[in-house]
């Protein structure tokens, strides 16, 4: 019975979820406030507090890069959670703009490591036959922080001091080392990923992966432009009060819709979710350019969270099934790769476009990029699918 439906809520896979969501909650918590942070306390210019906010992700992505391709263990899940802390209690030191950015860089190195070392490891764990059930279950900790991040920074920084938000970080990554020791990670396929020591692109990344993390980059970009400039734009339209509620709408329907969708891929394959999935964020984000009341912002938000909600687990499951099973850290590492460098670099390049387009304009833009799309992922992945059904299923 087992055999036939292995248990996939296991202690050590819940251990890997909860350090998953914290630290990716800090992660967006942390950006949705640090601008701020930068200009109140540093008087910062907005060129300044950009690569305040940035220099995090490209720790990140370095840090990707360097544990891609390293054994993964406990030690090392560790190791790293403690400079997480050491590096997150440099944010108590106000020294200057400088050193904020020297911190945020580390900070990001750290958050990047732990990241994709637990997202591994729960990958490897995972029985073979509820592989895709058991991603989408896992990325529900990453949407679930996705949407509730902001909100916290949002909230916190409308009624605390920074320190306090400084210290609720903290609080989290102790959490996290005291989880950490209840973790047991799998021996097996993991050694081989240190093979092959001689330095070429595959030994930091897998090359099979970069259609469709290309794609996620894509939707990571279009969203991110949710997350940094919502809150401007529902003032601009007078729903500020709504928008808080925005991620509310967003996690609640990631909820919902996560687990059905993770089961229908391990059965019928990606395609059927990828393409609705495709449409339904499009439509979404067009809705949210044009809204005129709360009710049509939070049914924006419901149509965007069953959209890239499903498009990020979906497409993850896709990326470490392309992969030989010594890679899967590989895998994992380019996956996020692409979706940090979505996330970090699309505020920047965005704001650039919004005294062209407004507001309005720009979620019209980042709209009818998400449905062009649908022909980008067909002819790089959706039309060979049944070639690669095999690799999905097993």
């Given at each position: 019975m ?5 248990k996939l809520?296991?202690?050590?896979f819940?251990?890997l979820s ?15 406030t ?15 507090a ?7 992700i490209i ?19 560790m190791?790293?959670l403690l ?7 440099l ?20 958050v990047?490591v732990?990241?994709?070392?637990v ?5 490897l764990s ?11 279950y896992f ?7 996705t949407?509730?991040?902001p ?10 001091n920074f320190d306090?938000?400084f ?5 989290l ?8 020791v ?10 081989e ?7 070429k ?9 970069i259609p469709?993390?290309?794609l ?5 970009f ?8 919502l809150?401007v734009?529902a003032s601009?339209?007078g729903?500020?009060?709504?928008a808080?509620f ?26 059927i979710?990828i ?12 809705l ?5 009341t709360?009710?049509?912002l939070?049914?924006?938000?419901a149509l ?6 499903n ?14 099973p010594h ?5 994992t590492?380019?996956f996020?790769?692409?979706?940090d460098l979505?996330n970090?670099f ?5 704001g650039l ?14 709209g009818?990029?998400?449905l062009?799309s649908?022909?980008?992922?067909h ?13 999905l299923i097993?």
């Amino acid at each position: 019975m087992n055999q036939t439906n292995p248990k996939l809520w296991t202690k050590n896979f819940i251990a890997l979820s909860s350090v998953n969501f914290t630290m990716t909650l800090i992660f967006f918590l942390l950006n949705a406030t640090i601008i701020l942070y930068a200009i109140n306390e540093f008087n910062a210019s907005t060129s300044q507090a950009g690569i305040i906010a940035g220099i995090f992700i490209i720790g990140s992505l370095l840090g990707r890069l360097f544990i891609g391709r390293l054994i993964l263990t406990k030690k090392v899940l560790m190791t790293w959670l403690l400079f997480f802390i050491f590096t997150t209690l440099l944010y108590f030191t106000h020294l200057n703009i400088g050193f904020l950015i020297l911190s945020r860089f580390l900070n990001g190195i750290t958050v990047g490591v732990v990241t994709t070392v637990v997202c591994t490891s729960a990958v490897l764990s995972l029985p073979v036959s509820r592989k895709g059930e058991g991603i989408s279950y896992f990325a529900i900790s990453t949407a679930l922080a996705t949407g509730i991040g902001p909100l916290i920074g949002l909230k916190m920084s409308q009624n605390a001091n920074f320190d306090m938000i400084f210290s609720f970080s903290l609080l989290l990554g102790i959490i996290n080392l005291i989880i950490a020791v209840l973790i047991k990670f799998p021996t097996s396929n993991i050694t081989e990923i240190k093979k092959g020591q001689r330095l070429k692109i595959s030994d930091f990344i897998e090359p099979k992966v970069i259609p469709i993390a290309t794609l996620m980059f894509i939707m990571a970009f279009s969203f991110s432009g949710i997350v940094s400039y919502l809150n401007v734009y529902a003032s601009e339209i007078g729903l500020l009060d709504t928008a808080s509620f925005f991620f509310m709408v967003y996690t609640v329907f990631v909820l919902i819709s996560r687990p059905f969708t993770g089961r229908i891929m391990d059965r019928k394959g990606a395609n059927i979710i990828i393409y609705p999935a495709l449409l339904i964020f499009g439509a979404g984000m067009l809705l949210l350019s044009s809204v005129t009341t709360g009710v049509s912002l939070l049914i924006a938000g419901a149509l965007v969270a069953l959209g890239f909600g499903n498009i990020s687990s979906i497409s993850q499951s896709i990326a470490i099934s392309l992969a030989e099973p010594h890679r899967v850290g590989l895998a994992t590492a380019t996956f996020f790769i692409f979706y940090d460098l979505g996330n970090g670099f699309g505020p920047s390049i965005i704001g650039l476009l919004i005294p062209v387009t407004g507001y309005k304009g720009l979620y019209v833009v980042l709209g009818l990029i998400i449905l062009a799309s649908v022909l980008f992922y067909h002819y790089l992945y959706g039309k060979n699918e049944r070639n690669n059904k095999k690799q999905l299923i097993n």
